[in-house]
Every structure is written in C-alpha cells, then in structure tokens.
C-alpha cells in the first residue's frame, strides 16, 4: 500500500509569498490567559471553570501551538488519568482511550459539543486518529460521569474537542509542513517517514465568516507487529486527509447561524497477530460530518439547535490462516443527532438549562461472517434532561440534574447528578477550593451487540455511579495544587459470552460487580513567567484487572522561554506496570501477563522568526531511546525525531 504523500506545492508558494508580505503588519500579540478560565463542557454554556464542583482539564491554544507536530493522541495522553492504548505504537494501529480506568466505550467523545461515534464498530467507539491537530482550537476534558448532559458514553469522562474559529482579521491563513522518523528501538533506517502538512484559511466579511482547513499526513518506515527473532517484517503504512470548512452568519446581535462540514479519510497496514507480519491485511476509513447551529439569545437567556450527520465506512480486507483466503468487509454506519438546549436566568444567581435530544444511529455490513441490514439494526433515543445552576457571590456553586433515556430497544432509564463547589479564602492571596460530585451514568449497547448474529435485544444498559472528592488550592498565581479522590461502581457491563453451539457466542449484560477508586494530583509552580513546572500522578485501583491500565503513572512537564521568540520543554513520563492478556493459537488457551513499567523523555522546542510569522518547529521523543512493550507483540516507536516550519499571516 505504497504511496508518496502529496506535496501542495502552489499552496506553498501562495502562503510563503503572503507570509512575506505579511511581515510588513503590526506583530501578533498572543493572547493573554484570562484569570478565571471559561468553559462550556460542564453546562453546554459558558461557566467560570472555579463554578464547577467536577474536575475539568483545559489543552489551550497555546498549549497545541507549543507542540504543533504531534497528534490529539500524544496530548490527551499527558492529562492525569488518561491512559491511550497504543498511543507509542505504529500510527497504522487503532488506538483505544481510557479514563480513570474505564474502557474506551464509556468515555464521550465531542466535536464543538456534537457526540461522535463509529456505529459499525462493536462498541461503536470514536477513532481519534481521524482528527488534526491542527484543526483543533483548544480541548476540554470533564472526568465523571456525565450521561445527564450527554446522554450515553459519558460514564468516566467525556473529551470536548473545540474546533478553531474564523479569525477577527479579514483574512487570515497558516501553513505548516513537518517532517521526521518512525523508528522503533532497534532501527534508525527510517529517516523521511512521518510526514505532515496543514492549510489552514480563515476571515470575516461584514456578518459573513469562515474557516477552512486541509491536512495530510503520511506514515511508513516500520511494522506493525514486534518480531519475536529480529526477522525484517514489512513496513506498514498510515495516510490520512482530513478537510473542514467552517461557515457562520450574525443576523445582528439576538440570532446568528453556525454551519460545519468535515471530511477525513484514512488508509492503512496492519497486523492482526500479535508477533506475527502480514503483508496482506489493510483497510480504509473514511467519515462525513456535516451539521448546523442556530442560536438566539433573548433578555433572559440563550437557545440553540445543534443538529448534525455523520456518515462513517470502513472496508477491512485480512487473509484468515484458518480458511487460507483472504475476507473483504464492508461497515456502513450512519449517526443523526438533534440537540435543542435552553438556558434561562431567573436571577444572577439561578439558572436553569433544559433540553431535549434525539438520536438514531444504523449499522449496515456485508462480512464472511455474517451480514447486518440496516432496515434491522437500528435504534433511535429520545431523552429529555434538565440541569440548574446555582451561583453565589460568597463562593458556593451547584448544580443539580436528570436525564430520562427513552430508548427503542430496552425501553426507559433514569440518570442523575450532583456536584457542588465552595471558594475558602475568596479575597486572600491563598485560595482554596473544595469540590464534590455523585453522577450515574449509562451506556447503551451498539447496533453490533444488538443485532449481529452475535446480539441480543434482551440487552440492557451498562450502568455506574460514580463519587468525587477534592480541592483545588493556589498562592498568586505561582502555585496550584489540585487533588480528587474518585470512586466508581460499575454493573450489568456488556460482555461476550462463549458458546458451545453456533454462533459460538452471544452479547449478554454480566451479573458481576466491578469497582473502581483512585486519586489524580496536579502540581502546577511558575516561579517567574518564564518558566512553568508541571507534575501529576495518578493511581488507580480496580477490582477486576483491566488490560494495559497502569496502577501508577507520573508525568512531569518543564516549560522554558529563554528569549521574547523561543521555547523549550521536556517532558518525563514513568508509567508502572500493565495488565495484558492475549489468546495463544498453539495451546488454544487466553494467557495473562504482565508488561514492566517504562520511562519516557520527550523534547520539543520553536523559534519565531519576522515577527512571528514564521515558526520553526522541532522535536525529539524518547529522547533516551526507552524499549518496551506498548502493546504486545506490536512494535513500540523508539527515538524520533521531527522538524518543521510554520507561516502565518
């Protein structure tokens, strides 16, 4: 599956020609981190980040500017308890993401607050390798669960990826190319083989406004799979193109209109067999968003429509080492969501939002074994929910909430949460705040679980509940301690149980109990604005093993501008053992293992040059060329490195 990564070569000309001119403008001054940090997940409004009794993890601009080269992947895995399988594997791999210790299916992922998910996948989980990074205008993590806002999936976290906006200027437009390796531990043959370029064009025209954006990446120089002998497997290739295009209107300051279409496509190579090449297996990807957001603000309040589309197919071709031939499958699956949400102040200090959301997801596939028709494998939810929000000027915030599910298939189901936040010491230069939430939360089963030949529609919702207990604490602005204390129970989980007759295998909800608890801590220190240092551990206990989730993991991040126009930082990272299990061909039995810890050094550093509009960008990742195990059997990349350049104007 070789091909050479498309090179824009008259776009490039165009934005280095414009970059240049643009050298000649007033510098672009960046922008200045507000004292009381805003965000929209907790609500789905706008809400003073100190308001909220949840834990809410903040990647700003900034932030993704400073590390312009790496992926979505490579940031959300630095956040205290999140844990992404696969996340130092070959990018050809699937990557699976895990919050405090909960599997990929119960964390939400959002685009610009839509829900996403793949409805021909089992667990019908969102691939985060379809986005850009440099699409990306800034990422909000909420932990716990959060199923009354959000509905299904949102039982350990949910990740909001905020995409970027039209720029104030008239026009305005980057463009950025990055190069590097792929290489594992023992090789350093692959020198050219991660490449990355990104267009991005954005302005205002009177009410008229728009953002469009391009990116392409490629990826080749090593295998999937890890050899057990130092045989030479084969190299296993990732391309991707991922396009967006932004489009809104004010109709003057009441009623404005929001528009977005998104188009990402991904190729790849790929090893089923852990220890084992394959030169056959591939697939391909590729997803269609498209969707709209009326807004109209009125004297006590805001209401909106968010209604979006999302088209995803996938064609995997693998040969099978017991049939001898190869199997071509196609998975068709298409999700509709409409969101109609209310918010309205009584007083400063009440409001309430409402809302009423709609969804349908459908699943169509044609597989060796066994078909699912679209027309069968359906469902559609209909779940009105509430939340109200008290602030006080004294300190105190609360917020209080239900959903009710209304699904077609099993029926009614009843969330709720509570979280609560009190500001001590409000005027000192100490500050300390303590927080606290109860949230239960459900997952519906997929289409998959449903329907295939493997499903059952007895089938009832994961549920869990979940505790936290914490405070967050700071002294002018120079140093920030967050700690919270989390506890989940987890029951009916949806599992596969054998069989001894054809199908050989049926979905059913477990009887089994599984219980969760840990702590996450953050130490922020900026002695002067220069330098900023950075800790966070995390620990998680559970009561049943869950596969590649470490009880310990600590990450330290040192952040230093030497001049006006540089930056360097690095990045030290100690993740403690693994649980791992895998099925074994030759003894036809599920073997357990433990994978040793492992440390990480990263480093990444830019320059501005003109007046900032040209960056130069570079980076190197385990720096001290650690090997281990990411994945089983899979290879695990070794030291890379990557440069680039970055124009803006």
Known sequence: MKKQLLIVGVLTCSFVSTSLFAQKKEKQKEKVEILDEIVVTATKFKLKKEQI??????????????????????LLNNIPGIEIKGSNSNPSEPK????????????????????????????????????????????????GASSTL????????????????????????????????????????????????????????????FLSSFNLTGTDGLSAA?????????????????????????????????????????EYDYDTGIWEDSDINNGEQTQLRFGVRPTYKYNKGEVYLLASFNNVKRTDNNFSTFSNVINTSVFKGESTNLDLVNKYSFSKEFQLITGLNYQKHTNNATTPFGDIDKNIA??????????????????????????????????????????????FLKNSDFKLRGLTSYSTAFIAPSTYQLFSVYGSTDLKPETSSTFELGFDSSYKKTVNFTTVYFNRVENEAIIFNNLNVAPWGIYGNSTETVKLSGVESVLTIKPFDKLKLTSSYTFTDKSVDVDYIPTHKFITNVEYYPTENSFVALTFKNVGDRFARYYDNSTFSTVE???QKYNLLDFNTNYKLLEGT???????????????DDILGFSTRGRNYKIGVRLQF
Request: proline residues 1%; glycine residues 8%; negative net charge.
């Open 53 to 74: 009794g949840k834990v809410i993890y903040t990647i700003s601009q900034k932030e993704i500017v400073n590390n312009a080269g790496k992926t979505v992947i490579d």
């Open 96 to 143: 699976s993401t895990y919050v405090r210790g909960g599997r990929s299916r119960q964390v939400l992922i959002l685009i610009d607050g839509v829900p996403v998910s793949d409805p021909s996948l089992i667990n019908q989980e969102y691939d985060l390798r379809l986005l850009s990074l440099n699409q990306i205008q800034s990422i909000e993590v909420l932990k």
């Open 150 to 209: 959000y509905g299904s999936g949102a039982a350990t976290g949910v990740i909001n990826i905020i995409l970027k906006k039209a720029s104030k200027n008239t026009v305005s437009g980057s463009y950025e190319v990055t190069v590097g390796s792929n290489n594992d531990a023992e090789s350093t043959n692959s020198i050219l083989s991660d490449k990355n370029q990104n267009v991005n064009l954005s302005g205002i025209f009177g009410k008229f406004n």
């Open 226 to 266: 890890k050899s057990k002998t130092n045989t030479d497997f084969e190299e296993d290739s990732y391309y991707s193109k991922n396009g967006l295009l932004k489009l809104g209107y004010t109709f003057n300051e009441k009623l404005s209109v929001e528009s977005f279409f998104n188009f990402d496509e991904f």
């Open 378 to 423: 359906n469902f559609n939810t209909i779940d009105p929910y509430a939340s109200l929000v008290y602030v006080t000027d004294a300190g105190l915030s609360v917020n209080v909430g239900g959903r009710l599910n209304m699904h077609s298939n099993y029926g009614n189901h009843l969330v709720y949460d509570a979280n609560a936040s009190y500001q």
């Open 593 to 595: 293992t433990t994978l």
């Open 614 to 628: 040209v960056i130069l960008l570079g980076s190197v990742t385990n720096l001290l060329n650690e090997n281990y």
